[in-house]
Structure formats: C-alpha cells, structure tokens
C-alpha cells in the first residue's frame, strides 16, 4: 500500500532524524509505543504511516531551531520522567534555542530605552 501523499512519504523521515538522529526509528517506537517492527513496515512504505503523525512530526521538528531537544523530551515523557526533569528539559530548550535568545535580547533592550526614556521624562523640568 502506498501512502496518498508522497511528499508527506518523503517528509516525516528527515523530520525524524532531526528529532532523533540517523537511527531514529527505536526513538520513535519508544515514543509512540509500537514496535520498531512497525516503525520499519512505515519506513519501507510497505504500510501506510497515518497521515496525522507524519504530519505532526514535520511540525514538531520545523517549529524550533533545536528539535533534538524536543525529539529528546518526548522520549523522556514516553518514558514517564517526572516534572522537574521535563522542566529542566525546557530550561535546556529555552537556553539553547537562538530565536528565544533573540528574543530575551530584544526585550532587555526594550527594557532598557523604555527605562532611560522614562528617566529623562522624569527628569524633564515641568513646564
């Protein structure tokens, strides 16, 4: 059976590897609690992957710029890891990830003109 879209066929594989490396397929067995058996069969387009996971793993990995991080922290939940170990999972994420940083730097520097503007209208005689 061949899948009805062949670019999602095409797509969910390097979204894997992005979330878990060249041998990604016991990572995703893991996460989705299926043998790698099945994960193989998928691989091989010898059975249709459901179209929705294919999809939902080339968002996953597309929507940051580290997704072995996230390929890394779904496999902790599937695993059953506590909160605090997911939190620090995110830390790691947040840290790591070039947009949040980017975006922490632009709002310290908000920050900062809001503040110094502030300051010099405060300053400002009353007229």
């Known amino acids: ?6 670019s999602e066929k095409s797509d969910w ?3 894997c590897v992005d ?3 060249e041998r990604w397929s016991p ?3 893991d ?3 299926v043998s790698t058996r099945t994960i193989d069969f998928w691989r091989a ?9 294919a999809a ?10 580290t997704p072995r991080i996230y390929g890394d922290m779904l496999r902790q939940v599937s695993r059953g890891r506590d909160l605090d ?3 620090n999972i995110l830390a790691k994420i947040r840290a790591d990830d070039p947009l949040s940083q980017l975006q922490s730097k632009l709002r310290r520097q908000a920050f900062v003109a809001r503040r110094s503007r502030d300051d010099v209208q405060t300053a400002a005689p009353a007229l």
Not at 1 to 6: I, L, W
């Open 45 to 53: 387009g010898e059975v249709d992957i459901p179209e929705a996971l």
């Open 85 to 87: 170990t997911l939190t």
């Open 27 to 29: 990572s995703l067995a």
């Open 56 to 65: 939902d793993l080339v968002r996953l990995a597309a929507c940051t710029s």
């Open 1 to 6: 059976m061949q899948t009805s879209n062949p």
């Open 13 to 15: 594989q390097p979204a």
């Open 31 to 33: 996460v989705l609690g």
């Open 19 to 21: 979330l878990w490396g």
